[in-house]
């Protein structure tokens, strides 16, 4: 139904920036919120941001506020992750995520991505 590619990735030093994009494919109604997760090696997968259809509603994980942002073109069924001050603990491979509705919590998603990968260097 939905189908989701990432795009973007790669190596960076610290203090660098990247600027992940994510294309999405299938129906609108069911990626009406559309985010990013990632997931370190040895770690558990974790949110970063999501934005719902028209842009007004953002949530950034903690970790990466002030530093990230989230950006989506529906024209052109683009969502795009801009990455600047990256750190060390910033790499991981990060997804892109999409569904219906904007739930209370970010934790469930319906459509998932591949994965790009992100590798910071210090």
């Known amino acids: 139904q939905v189908q989701l590619v990432e795009s973007g990735g790669g190596l960076v030093r610290a203090g660098g920036s990247l600027r992940l994009s994510c294309k999405a494919s299938?129906?609108?109604?069911?990626?009406?919120?559309m985010g990013w997760f990632r997931q370190a090696p040895g770690k558990e997968r974790e949110f970063v941001a999501r934005?719902?259809?028209?842009?007004?509603?953002?949530d950034y994980a903690d970790s990466v506020k002030g530093r990230f942002a989230i950006f989506r073109d529906n024209d052109k069924d683009t969502v795009d992750l801009q990455m600047d001050d990256l750190k060390p603990e910033d790499t991981a491979v990060y997804y892109c995520?999409?569904?219906?509705?904007?739930?209370?919590?970010?934790?469930?998603?319906?459509?998932w991505g591949q994965g790009t990968q992100v590798t910071v260097s210090s």
């Open positions: 995520v999409g569904d219906s509705r904007w739930t209370a919590r970010p934790e469930v998603w319906d459509y």
């Open positions: 299938g129906p609108t109604f069911n990626r009406n919120v």
């Open positions: 934005v719902n259809w028209s842009g007004r509603s953002i």
